[in-house]
Nanobody, 115 residues
Framework: QVQLVERGGGLVQPGGSLRLSCAAT????????MAWYRQAPGKQREWVAT???????NVADSVKGRFTISRDNAENTVYLQMNSLKAEDTAVYYC?????????WGQGTQVTVSS
């Protein structure tokens, strides 16, 4: 059974940084796309960033220039480096991994940006 295990959330002051990681455990075959989403209280889940297997990336305009997504294909792990964090970045962050036949989600990790 495949599980996505997220780490790295927490409380940080505005302007600070956090690095999230998400590792897939279990038998997972040929992940094509890895992505991060987030959901703030009272809002719908929104897309944050995507990275393709070959390394091409795309990030939402709201985090462009502040967040960086990267991946380790050998370890089936995706990272989200978050810099210059703002209060509006407060949310539960979810990782997502997709192959040609499957779609997996992590359990979510809370990121709170507050002074």
């Amino acid at each position: 059974q495949v599980q996505l295990v997220e780490r790295g959330g927490g409380l940080v002051q505005p302007g600070g940084s956090l690095r999230l990681s998400c590792a897939a455990t279990g038998s997972i075959f040929s992940i094509n796309v890895m992505a991060w989403y987030r959901q703030a209280p009272g809002k719908q889940r929104e897309w944050v960033a995507t990275i393709e297997r070959a390394g091409s990336t795309n990030v939402a305009d709201s985090v462009k220039g502040r967040f960086t997504i990267s991946r380790d294909n050998a370890e089936n792990t995706v990272y989200l480096q978050m810099n210059s964090l703002k209060a509006e970045d407060t949310a539960v962050y979810y990782c997502n991994m997709r192959s040609s036949v499957s779609d997996y989600w992590g359990q979510g990790t809370q990121v709170t940006v507050s002074s």
